[in-house]
């Protein structure tokens, strides 16, 4: 019943014309500010996807690192029980530390990365690999997969038709010697195989080589290693994994999940997506100005129809519920609207790339979409509820106003 009346009130014609149009512009501007919501946090979440993917290639599912310290002892019985878990696809031990790389006259400080034979099945480096060829050599002759960027930093040549660049590495020992600082440093020399390319942030800091070499230079035990990279298996939790992984580690090493290997950056995009969604839910705020005069308008209006309806024995909450329910239908109106008209746009962004990237430097050229149900029903509530509250004030009124017939 109030349904009915909220809607013959919506389409019929006013004695005022602007009462119309006020509410016209109400359902108008709630479309605009829902469609905009939409079309942002889509937007974000193809980006965010985007990254994610690319951090994929690079972080592994779970890292082991030493709870104090840079390093830490991993025993074969401890690397054999890891194997034995179930949830665990494959596990790479890795010895990393900060380098300097130099090329004739060229030189950058660089992450040096060394990994084993089974690096290549946790992580998606090989196949980022674009010029050469994966391959990280042995411990005494090691090769070099370096980052693009650092291959434009030093002039790195991985092309077989020419004679291959002899690398000088510069690595801090494990040991320091307080009588001779110049030797708690190392020096060798490697080749490079290969360049990624993955992301800007990896390209231009990481280099792989094997972990034997990386070793050797630093001065590290047989069973001394900076941590370990595990893949898990398909449809793994990953938090139930690394609470598995920690208990049988013990307390002297630290599991993280992708995600905590990266909390700033998954932090920041998030920040950044629900600033921008506040940002656009003051035009739902704005449009709520609109509903209330309009309401209003519609209540000095229908004077006459209130003091009817309260002869016939309606009470005050009918009333009021009439006109909550006129304000909920500018809402759900506009909602509708601007979501269809949001969904279509994602749809044509998807299947024709309309919106391009300027400058073409960046991985895709056009702007990435991902349509998340939950998004579409934040939306929708949120609209919903700032239209219910806005509808309060002139549906209260509307009850409390004095019955007179004449």
């Keep these: 019943m109030y349904l009915t009346f909220a809607w013959r009130y919506f389409k019929a014609k006013k004695s005022t014309n602007a009462i119309n149009i006020i509410a016209w512009v109400t359902v108008g501007v709630i479309a605009f500010a829902t469609c905009c919501?939409?079309?942002?946090?889509?937007?974000?979440?193809?980006?965010?996807?985007?990254?994610?993917?690319?951090?994929?290639?690079f972080y592994t599912d779970l890292k082991v690192i030493p709870a104090k310290g840079k390093t830490c002892i991993l025993s074969a019985k401890q690397i054999s029980a890891l194997h034995g878990i179930g949830f665990i696809d494959n596990l790479s031990l890795v010895a990393e530390e900060k380098a300097l790389l130099k090329n004739h006259d060229a030189q950058t400080v660089i992450y040096l990365k060394g990994v084993d034979d089974n690096y290549d099945r946790v992580s998606g480096v090989a196949a980022k690999t674009v010029k050469g060829v994966y391959n990280t050599g042995t411990t005494e002759n090691p090769l070099l997969?370096?980052?693009?960027?650092?291959?434009?930093?030093?002039?790195?040549?991985?092309?077989?038709?020419?004679?291959?660049?002899?690398?000088?590495?510069?690595?801090?020992?494990?040991?320091?010697?307080?009588?001779?600082?110049?030797?708690?440093?190392?020096?060798?020399?490697v080749q490079a195989s290969g360049i990624f390319t993955i992301q800007q942030d990896f390209d231009n800091t990481y280099a792989l080589t094997n972990t034997?070499?990386?070793?050797?230079?630093?001065?590290?035990?047989?069973?001394?290693y900076s941590g370990i990279e595990i893949k898990l298996r398909e449809r793994t939790d990953e938090k139930k994994a690394k609470v598995e992984v920690q208990k049988?580690?013990?307390?002297d090493y630290s599991v993280e999940t992708r995600y905590e290997q990266n909390t700033g950056l998954y932090t920041t995009m998030r920040l950044e997506k629900w600033a921008i969604y506040g940002v656009l839910t003051l035009i739902l705020i704005l449009a709520a100005f609109n509903m209330v005069s309009a309401l209003t308008m519609l209540v000095l209006e229908k004077r006459k129809d209130i003091n009817v309806l309260k002869s016939?024995?309606?009470?005050?909450?009918?009333?009021?519920?009439?006109?909550?329910?006129?304000?909920?239908?500018?809402g759900v109106?506009?909602?509708?609207?601007?979501?269809?008209?949001?969904?279509?746009?994602?749809?044509?962004?998807?299947?024709?790339?309309?919106v391009k990237i300027e400058g073409g430097s960046f991985l895709v050229d056009?702007?990435?979409?991902?349509?998340?149900?939950?998004?579409?029903?934040?939306?929708?509530?949120t609209a919903t509820t700032i239209a219910f509250l806005a509808a309060w004030l002139p549906a209260r009124k509307a009850a409390r106003q004095v019955f007179e017939l004449r």
């Design 366 to 381: 056009y702007f990435p979409v991902k349509i998340i149900i939950t998004d579409l029903l934040l939306v929708a509530f």
């Design 37 to 57: 919501q939409v079309l942002v946090l889509s937007v974000f979440n193809g980006f965010e996807g985007l990254v994610k993917s690319l951090y994929t290639s």
């Design 145 to 189: 997969v370096a980052g693009a960027g650092i291959q434009n930093a030093v002039g790195i040549n991985v092309d077989t038709a020419l004679p291959p660049d002899m690398l000088t590495i510069i690595l801090p020992k494990q040991s320091v010697s307080a009588e001779d600082p110049l030797q708690s440093m190392s020096e060798g020399n």
């Design 333 to 354: 109106i506009g909602t509708v609207s601007g979501i269809l008209l949001a969904l279509l746009l994602c749809w044509l962004q998807v299947s024709f790339k309309l």
């Design 312 to 330: 016939m024995g309606s009470r005050a909450a009918s009333i009021q519920k009439i006109f909550l329910t006129e304000g909920l239908l500018l």
């Design 248 to 251: 049988l580690l013990g307390a």
């Design 212 to 224: 034997g070499f990386v070793k050797q230079q630093m001065g590290l035990g047989a069973d001394e």
